[in-house]
Protein backbone atom coordinates (compact mmCIF):
# COMPACT_ATOMS: atom_id res chain seq x y z
CA UNK A 1 0.00 0.00 0.00
CA UNK A 2 1.40 3.31 -0.89
CA UNK A 3 2.01 6.05 2.18
CA UNK A 4 2.34 9.70 2.06
CA UNK A 5 6.25 9.71 0.82
CA UNK A 6 5.24 7.40 -1.62
CA UNK A 7 3.16 10.06 -3.22
CA UNK A 8 5.54 12.69 -3.02
CA UNK A 9 8.20 9.91 -4.70
CA UNK A 10 5.82 9.60 -7.14
CA UNK A 11 5.61 13.67 -7.80
CA UNK A 12 9.24 13.85 -8.21
CA UNK A 13 9.86 10.34 -10.59
CA UNK A 14 6.97 11.92 -12.80
CA UNK A 15 5.07 8.60 -12.09
CA UNK A 16 1.52 10.09 -12.32
CA UNK A 17 -0.92 8.99 -9.19
CA UNK A 18 -4.14 7.51 -9.89
CA UNK A 19 -7.47 8.42 -7.88
CA UNK A 20 -10.62 7.42 -8.16
CA UNK A 21 -13.69 7.70 -5.54
CA UNK A 22 -15.54 4.75 -3.54
CA UNK A 23 -18.31 4.83 -1.78
CA UNK A 24 -19.15 1.31 -0.45
CA UNK A 25 -17.78 -2.60 -0.63
CA UNK A 26 -17.90 -3.66 -4.18
CA UNK A 27 -17.05 0.02 -5.40
CA UNK A 28 -13.58 -0.14 -3.60
CA UNK A 29 -13.32 -3.97 -4.37
CA UNK A 30 -12.94 -2.86 -7.77
CA UNK A 31 -10.79 0.06 -7.43
CA UNK A 32 -8.36 -1.98 -5.55
CA UNK A 33 -8.69 -4.65 -8.26
CA UNK A 34 -7.24 -2.37 -11.02
CA UNK A 35 -4.59 -1.54 -9.07
CA UNK A 36 -5.84 2.25 -8.62
CA UNK A 37 -3.05 4.04 -6.16
CA UNK A 38 -5.86 5.94 -3.84
CA UNK A 39 -9.40 6.01 -3.54
CA UNK A 40 -11.21 8.78 -2.27
CA UNK A 41 -14.29 8.56 -0.41
CA UNK A 42 -15.40 11.80 -1.79
CA UNK A 43 -18.97 13.69 -0.08
CA UNK A 44 -19.80 13.29 -3.52
CA UNK A 45 -21.49 10.52 -2.12
CA UNK A 46 -24.01 13.13 -1.73
CA UNK A 47 -25.39 13.55 -5.54
CA UNK A 48 -24.17 10.05 -7.18
CA UNK A 49 -25.24 7.54 -4.03
CA UNK A 50 -27.74 9.20 -2.65
CA UNK A 51 -29.34 11.33 -5.17
CA UNK A 52 -29.17 14.89 -3.13
CA UNK A 53 -28.95 18.11 -5.45
CA UNK A 54 -25.36 19.36 -3.82
CA UNK A 55 -22.84 17.34 -1.51
CA UNK A 56 -24.49 19.88 1.05
CA UNK A 57 -26.59 17.67 3.07
CA UNK A 58 -23.94 14.95 3.60
CA UNK A 59 -23.21 14.53 6.88
CA UNK A 60 -19.74 13.14 9.46
CA UNK A 61 -21.97 9.72 9.95
CA UNK A 62 -23.11 9.02 6.49
CA UNK A 63 -18.76 9.67 5.63
CA UNK A 64 -17.99 7.41 8.69
CA UNK A 65 -20.90 4.38 7.13
CA UNK A 66 -19.51 4.44 3.31
CA UNK A 67 -15.86 5.11 4.15
CA UNK A 68 -15.93 2.20 6.67
CA UNK A 69 -17.40 0.01 3.83
CA UNK A 70 -14.71 1.26 1.12
CA UNK A 71 -12.18 0.20 4.06
CA UNK A 72 -12.88 -3.06 4.18
CA UNK A 73 -13.37 -3.45 0.38
CA UNK A 74 -9.94 -2.30 -0.44
CA UNK A 75 -7.68 -2.87 2.78
CA UNK A 76 -4.40 -2.70 0.82
CA UNK A 77 -5.62 0.70 -0.73
CA UNK A 78 -4.42 4.37 0.37
CA UNK A 79 -7.65 5.49 0.78
CA UNK A 80 -8.45 9.78 1.90
CA UNK A 81 -12.01 10.90 3.03
CA UNK A 82 -13.84 13.96 2.69
CA UNK A 83 -14.45 15.98 5.61
CA UNK A 84 -18.12 17.11 4.66
CA UNK A 85 -20.67 20.27 4.69
CA UNK A 86 -19.60 22.59 7.84
CA UNK A 87 -17.54 19.78 9.74
CA UNK A 88 -15.16 21.90 10.01
CA UNK A 89 -16.06 25.76 10.06
CA UNK A 90 -17.58 26.39 13.11
CA UNK A 91 -14.56 26.02 15.62
CA UNK A 92 -10.93 25.22 15.60
CA UNK A 93 -11.88 22.81 18.24
CA UNK A 94 -14.81 21.21 16.60
CA UNK A 95 -13.28 21.02 13.54
CA UNK A 96 -10.16 18.73 15.34
CA UNK A 97 -12.82 16.62 16.87
CA UNK A 98 -14.88 15.84 13.84
CA UNK A 99 -11.50 14.90 12.23
CA UNK A 100 -10.17 12.42 14.73
CA UNK A 101 -13.26 10.56 15.02
CA UNK A 102 -14.17 10.61 10.80
CA UNK A 103 -9.94 8.97 10.61
CA UNK A 104 -10.09 7.02 14.00
CA UNK A 105 -13.43 5.21 13.23
CA UNK A 106 -12.96 4.86 9.71
CA UNK A 107 -8.93 3.57 9.32
CA UNK A 108 -9.03 5.68 6.86
CA UNK A 109 -4.97 6.91 5.89
CA UNK A 110 -5.89 10.53 4.98
CA UNK A 111 -8.58 13.71 5.12
CA UNK A 112 -9.28 16.00 2.56
CA UNK A 113 -10.57 19.50 3.31
CA UNK A 114 -11.82 21.98 1.09
CA UNK A 115 -10.86 25.90 0.68
CA UNK A 116 -8.74 27.72 2.84
CA UNK A 117 -11.31 29.40 5.31
CA UNK A 118 -9.82 31.55 8.51
CA UNK A 119 -8.99 28.10 10.29
CA UNK A 120 -7.65 25.89 7.78
CA UNK A 121 -4.03 26.55 7.97
CA UNK A 122 -4.19 26.15 11.61
CA UNK A 123 -6.40 23.08 11.45
CA UNK A 124 -4.23 21.46 8.76
CA UNK A 125 -1.20 22.37 11.35
CA UNK A 126 -3.02 21.13 14.29
CA UNK A 127 -3.60 17.44 12.17
CA UNK A 128 -0.62 17.08 11.12
CA UNK A 129 0.92 17.09 14.29
CA UNK A 130 -1.34 14.95 15.63
CA UNK A 131 -1.07 12.49 13.42
CA UNK A 132 -3.80 13.09 10.51
CA UNK A 133 -2.00 13.27 7.08
CA UNK A 134 -4.26 16.22 5.34
CA UNK A 135 -4.85 16.68 1.50
CA UNK A 136 -6.27 19.82 0.38
CA UNK A 137 -8.62 20.37 -2.02
CA UNK A 138 -8.68 23.94 -4.25
CA UNK A 139 -10.41 25.68 -6.98
CA UNK A 140 -14.22 24.53 -8.31
CA UNK A 141 -15.34 23.42 -3.86
CA UNK A 142 -18.37 21.64 -4.45
CA UNK A 143 -19.13 22.69 -1.08
CA UNK A 144 -19.26 26.67 -1.73
CA UNK A 145 -21.73 26.16 -4.39
CA UNK A 146 -24.59 28.28 -3.13
CA UNK A 147 -21.53 30.70 -2.51
CA UNK A 148 -20.30 30.56 -5.80
CA UNK A 149 -23.27 30.80 -7.44
CA UNK A 150 -22.88 27.56 -9.20
CA UNK A 151 -20.36 24.70 -10.55
CA UNK A 152 -18.11 27.37 -12.14
CA UNK A 153 -14.71 27.17 -13.01
CA UNK A 154 -12.73 29.23 -10.91
CA UNK A 155 -9.09 30.98 -11.16
CA UNK A 156 -10.05 32.21 -14.42
CA UNK A 157 -9.43 36.10 -13.48
CA UNK A 158 -5.66 37.03 -12.33
CA UNK A 159 -6.57 38.19 -8.76
CA UNK A 160 -8.61 34.48 -8.11
CA UNK A 161 -5.34 33.07 -10.28
CA UNK A 162 -2.84 34.41 -7.81
CA UNK A 163 -5.31 33.95 -4.88
CA UNK A 164 -5.73 29.90 -5.14
CA UNK A 165 -1.75 29.68 -6.31
CA UNK A 166 -1.00 31.95 -3.13
CA UNK A 167 -3.61 29.20 -1.37
CA UNK A 168 -1.87 26.27 -2.41
CA UNK A 169 1.29 27.40 -1.09
CA UNK A 170 0.23 28.13 2.21
CA UNK A 171 -1.73 25.28 2.52
CA UNK A 172 1.59 22.86 1.96
CA UNK A 173 3.26 24.99 4.03
CA UNK A 174 0.44 24.07 6.78
CA UNK A 175 1.54 20.33 6.15
CA UNK A 176 -0.96 19.29 3.28
CA UNK A 177 0.46 16.14 1.82
CA UNK A 178 -1.02 16.91 -1.30
CA UNK A 179 -3.88 18.82 -3.24
CA UNK A 180 -6.71 18.61 -5.22
CA UNK A 181 -7.41 21.33 -7.97
CA UNK A 182 -10.54 20.77 -9.14
CA UNK A 183 -12.24 23.10 -12.05
CA UNK A 184 -9.53 25.41 -12.72
CA UNK A 185 -7.40 26.69 -16.51
CA UNK A 186 -4.96 23.96 -17.26
CA UNK A 187 -2.32 26.46 -17.23
CA UNK A 188 -3.06 27.59 -13.49
CA UNK A 189 -2.96 23.30 -13.03
CA UNK A 190 0.46 23.42 -14.73
CA UNK A 191 1.52 26.14 -12.34
CA UNK A 192 0.17 25.44 -9.20
CA UNK A 193 1.63 21.88 -10.00
CA UNK A 194 5.40 23.84 -10.73
CA UNK A 195 5.27 25.59 -7.02
CA UNK A 196 4.65 22.95 -4.88
CA UNK A 197 6.45 20.10 -3.70
CA UNK A 198 3.49 17.92 -2.98
CA UNK A 199 1.09 15.90 -5.73
CA UNK A 200 -1.54 17.84 -7.21
CA UNK A 201 -4.65 15.39 -8.01
CA UNK A 202 -6.23 17.09 -11.03
CA UNK A 203 -10.39 16.34 -11.85
CA UNK A 204 -10.60 19.44 -14.55
CA UNK A 205 -7.41 21.07 -13.45
CA UNK A 206 -5.74 19.74 -17.37
CA UNK A 207 -2.87 17.61 -18.03
CA UNK A 208 -0.30 18.66 -16.20
CA UNK A 209 -0.96 17.61 -12.94
CA UNK A 210 0.66 14.95 -10.43
CA UNK A 211 -2.03 12.71 -10.74
CA UNK A 212 -5.63 12.64 -12.17
CA UNK A 213 -8.92 12.09 -9.84
CA UNK A 214 -12.68 10.46 -11.43
CA UNK A 215 -15.77 10.19 -9.90
CA UNK A 216 -16.33 6.22 -10.20
CA UNK A 217 -20.02 6.72 -11.32
CA UNK A 218 -18.55 8.89 -14.15
CA UNK A 219 -15.74 6.88 -15.03
CA UNK A 220 -18.50 4.14 -15.27
CA UNK A 221 -21.85 5.87 -16.77
CA UNK A 222 -23.32 4.62 -13.98
CA UNK A 223 -26.91 6.60 -12.75
CA UNK A 224 -25.75 10.20 -13.49
CA UNK A 225 -27.52 12.17 -16.48
CA UNK A 226 -25.30 14.53 -16.96
CA UNK A 227 -20.80 14.63 -17.30
CA UNK A 228 -19.14 17.65 -16.59
CA UNK A 229 -16.76 18.37 -19.97
CA UNK A 230 -13.55 16.91 -17.86
CA UNK A 231 -15.34 13.72 -17.64
CA UNK A 232 -14.22 10.35 -19.60
CA UNK A 233 -16.77 7.56 -19.54
CA UNK A 234 -14.55 4.03 -19.94
CA UNK A 235 -17.75 1.82 -19.69
CA UNK A 236 -21.44 1.75 -19.85
CA UNK A 237 -23.13 0.37 -16.56
CA UNK A 238 -26.38 2.08 -17.08
CA UNK A 239 -26.86 0.16 -20.70
CA UNK A 240 -25.20 -3.10 -19.31
CA UNK A 241 -27.38 -2.98 -15.88
CA UNK A 242 -30.98 -1.78 -17.35
CA UNK A 243 -30.55 -4.55 -20.21
CA UNK A 244 -29.71 -7.49 -17.75
CA UNK A 245 -32.58 -6.44 -15.41
CA UNK A 246 -34.87 -6.60 -18.45
CA UNK A 247 -34.20 -9.90 -19.33
CA UNK A 248 -34.42 -11.16 -15.66
CA UNK A 249 -38.12 -9.64 -16.05
CA UNK A 250 -38.56 -11.04 -19.19
CA UNK A 251 -37.39 -14.43 -17.98
CA UNK A 252 -39.42 -14.35 -15.15
CA UNK A 253 -42.71 -13.31 -16.97
CA UNK A 254 -42.32 -15.81 -19.27
CA UNK A 255 -41.50 -18.63 -16.94
CA UNK A 256 -38.12 -18.61 -18.03
CA UNK A 257 -36.32 -18.37 -15.01
CA UNK A 258 -35.86 -20.16 -12.98
CA UNK A 259 -34.71 -23.37 -14.16
CA UNK A 260 -34.29 -26.97 -12.65
CA UNK A 261 -30.40 -25.73 -12.36
CA UNK A 262 -31.09 -22.90 -9.54
CA UNK A 263 -33.78 -25.15 -7.67
CA UNK A 264 -32.45 -26.93 -4.57
CA UNK A 265 -33.47 -30.59 -4.06
CA UNK A 266 -35.44 -31.89 -0.96
O1 LIG B 1 -16.18 14.42 -3.43
C1 LIG B 1 -15.47 14.14 -4.40
O2 LIG B 1 -15.70 13.18 -5.13
C2 LIG B 1 -14.30 14.97 -4.65
C3 LIG B 1 -13.57 14.75 -5.93
C4 LIG B 1 -14.37 15.16 -7.07
C5 LIG B 1 -12.24 15.38 -5.92
O3 LIG B 1 -13.99 15.81 -3.87
Do not use: W
Not at 128 to 138: A, C, K, N
Not at 186 to 195: D, F, Q, R, S, V
Not at 241 to 266: C, L, N, S
Amino acid sequence: MLTTLDLKRMKKDGDKITMVTAYDYPSAKQAEAAGVDTILVGDSLGNVVLGYDSTTKVTLADMIHHAKAVKRGAPNTFIAVDMPFMTYHTSLEQAINNAAKLFQETDCHAVKIEGRSKNTLELIEILTDGGIPVISHLGLTPQMVHVMGGYRVQGRDDATRKKLLQDAKDLVSAGAVAVVLEGIPEPLGKEITEAIDVPTIGIGAGRFCDGQVLVYHDILQYGVDRFAKFVKNYANYDEIGIDAMKRYVKEVKEGEFPQKEHTYEA
